[in-house]
């Protein structure tokens, strides 16, 4: 499978944004798909996950609340929308994806096919 991120883009704190990622292929309901970001200087980290049928999440601590990960299987595309943003948050986010099931989703690892990036701002 093939991702393209795109929506990033400035935003001043506690602003929104949101961010897609569009697959390629007629299997993207069969793959787990996860947001990671990685800020300069940092190593890249977890955000969401996301089942293959939506109803299924889990995001990490510091966009818990935040952050709202969704998919349209019928478009073949995953949605990080963010809210309350803060400079923090600055970052590439990178899309990715894995169909092996019994992961935790949470480590880049776990990840087979990885999207290109997209740069988030969140200015002070």
């Known amino acids: 499978v093939q991702l393209q991120a795109s929506g990033g883009g400035l935003v001043q704190a506690g602003g929104s944004l949101r961010v897609s990622c569009a697959a390629s292929g007629r299997t993207f309901s069969t793959y787990i798909m996860g947001w990671f970001r990685q800020a300069p200087g940092k190593e890249r980290e977890f955000v969401a996950y996301i089942g293959t049928g939506g109803g299924v999440t889990h995001y990490a601590d510091s966009v818990k609340g935040r952050f709202t990960i969704s998919r349209d299987n019928a478009k073949n595309t995953v949605y990080l929308q963010m809210n309350s943003l803060k400079p923090e948050d600055t970052a590439v986010y990178y899309c990715?994806?894995?169909?092996?099931?019994?992961?935790?989703?949470?480590?880049?690892?776990?990840?087979?096919?990885w999207g290109q990036g997209t740069l988030v701002t969140v200015s002070s």
């Open positions: 990715a994806a894995d169909n092996a099931y019994y992961k935790s989703y949470v480590r880049t690892l776990e990840y087979a096919y």
